[in-house]
């Protein structure tokens, strides 16, 4: 489907019919209020549709990128600055880190709430290389080139139960004008039971990446955050090697690896004065991407009938993948 016009500046802007699309959509209430619009399967908040629609039109892959995809709130935040410390480990020691000054949000940015939202064609040449960029587009509405191409996808999600609990937390920081956000979790609860959520239903993009990671084990690296908060270490190992970038022997000895999970534990970069008191373009502070990061805060929010009804809704889902999830520490 065309939604767009290049205008004679090259810029390219939304025709009418997007708008008509989306209010042809079925939509629902998202957890802060505002508007979920369901298009191809996906549950888009209404500030990520349009971007989530030019992305994947118009977005054009380099073998060189990596891609960060996620559920909102399963780790998104720490995964871009893992990431970014090990890419570019050779430029800037954790003591000199970027992250030092910027927030990762703006050092890896996301396609459809930042860049693709925007401008409908934003200029990506001035990202440096490798472009790292992130989304929370499914697998299977990714747009063509990156599944084409020779780049890298790294996966992150989070048991569904503190992911739930996670979002329900972030979204109160929302301040939509005339949008009252849910009082409760059990307001939103049905909803999400049935993969109304943002981005959801949680089985289908969880499982997208999951398959994608067994069949394409070199383009795909599928990672929980469960395992990361176990073990950084040798998760920080897996996606080094999976770049294509291995830690050497003599940075294994020199404690590098630690000091890059130092530099992005959660302490370290909710500590920090630009994650502290910034503001995200969109109004958001930056430190409401930083609140316990703990396996299992969900027991302070759900009771356990809530807890194992969703469970069984997504095992159900979920069934003969192979995919499970720890709920505890
Ligand atoms: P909680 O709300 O459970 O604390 P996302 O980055 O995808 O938005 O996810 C946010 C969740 O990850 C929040 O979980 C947040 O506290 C946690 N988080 C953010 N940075 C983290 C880090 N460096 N290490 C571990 N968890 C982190």
Same mark, same amino acid.
């Given at each position: 489907m065309e939604t767009t016009t290049i205008s004679s500046n090259g810029e390219s802007e939304v025709k009418d019919e997007i708008q008509g699309l989306i209010a042809s959509l079925?939509?629902?209430?998202?957890?802060?209020?505002?508007?979920?619009?369901?298009?191809?399967?996906?549950?888009?908040?209404v500030f990520a549709i349009r971007g989530a629609l030019s992305f994947q039109q118009h977005f054009i892959a380099q073998d060189t990128d990596i891609?960060?995809?996620?559920?909102?709130?399963?780790?998104?935040?720490?995964?871009?600055?893992?990431?970014?410390?090990?890419?570019?480990?050779?430029?800037?020691?954790?003591?000199?880190?970027?992250?030092?000054?910027?927030?990762?949000h703006e050092l890896v940015r996301f396609f459809e709430i930042d860049l693709y939202s925007k401008k409908q064609l934003p200029d990506l040449i001035q990202l440096p290389s490798p472009r790292i960029c992130s989304c929370h587009s499914h697998y299977e509405t990714l747009p063509q080139s990156i599944?084409?191409?020779?780049?890298?996808?790294?996966?992150?999600?989070?048991?569904?139960?503190?992911?739930?609990?996670?979002?329900?937390?972030?979204? /109160?920081?929302? @301040?939509?004008?005339?949008? $009252?956000?849910?009082?409760?979790? #059990?307001?939103?609860?049905? !909803?999400?039971?049935?993969?109304?959520?943002?981005?959801?239903?949680?089985?289908?993009?969880?499982?997208?990446?999951?398959?994608?990671?067994?069949? /394409?084990?070199? @383009?795909?690296?599928?990672? $929980?955050?469960?395992?990361?908060? #176990?073990?950084?270490?040798? !998760?920080?190992?897996?996606?080094?090697?999976f770049l294509g970038i291995p830690f050497t022997d003599k940075e294994e000895k020199e404690g590098v690896i630690e000091?890059?999970?130092?530099?992005?534990?959660l302490d370290s970069l909710r500590n920090l004065e630009v994650n502290k008191n910034g503001v995200r373009p969109s109004g958001l502070p930056n430190s409401s991407f930083f609140r316990k990061g703990e396996v299992g805060d969900w027991t302070n929010y759900l009771?356990?009938?809530?807890?194992?009804?969703?469970?069984?809704?997504?095992?159900e889902k979920l069934g003969g993948s192979g995919l499970t999830f720890r709920t505890s520490q």
């Open positions: 079925p939509s629902e209430k998202n957890w802060d209020g505002s508007p979920l619009y369901f298009y191809q399967g996906v549950w888009y908040p891609i960060l995809a996620s559920m909102p709130k399963s780790g998104t935040t720490w995964l871009k600055a893992l990431t970014f410390s090990v890419v570019n480990r050779n430029i800037y020691s954790p003591k000199e880190s970027p992250l030092l000054a910027t927030p990762p599944r084409d191409s020779g780049c890298k996808i790294v996966y992150i999600c989070r048991n569904p139960l503190d992911q739930l609990v996670s979002y329900f937390h972030f979204s /109160r920081k929302f @301040k939509r004008e005339n949008v $009252k956000p849910l009082s409760s979790i #059990e307001e939103g609860f049905d !909803n999400v039971c049935l993969g109304i959520q943002s981005y959801g239903p949680f089985w289908d993009t969880v499982l997208g990446y999951w398959k994608a990671s067994l069949e /394409r084990p070199d @383009k795909v690296l599928f990672l $929980k955050y469960e395992d990361l908060k #176990e073990d950084i270490i040798s !998760n920080l190992k897996k996606i080094a090697e000091e890059i999970s130092r530099l992005c534990s009771s356990p009938f809530m807890a194992e009804n969703y469970l069984k809704i997504v095992e």
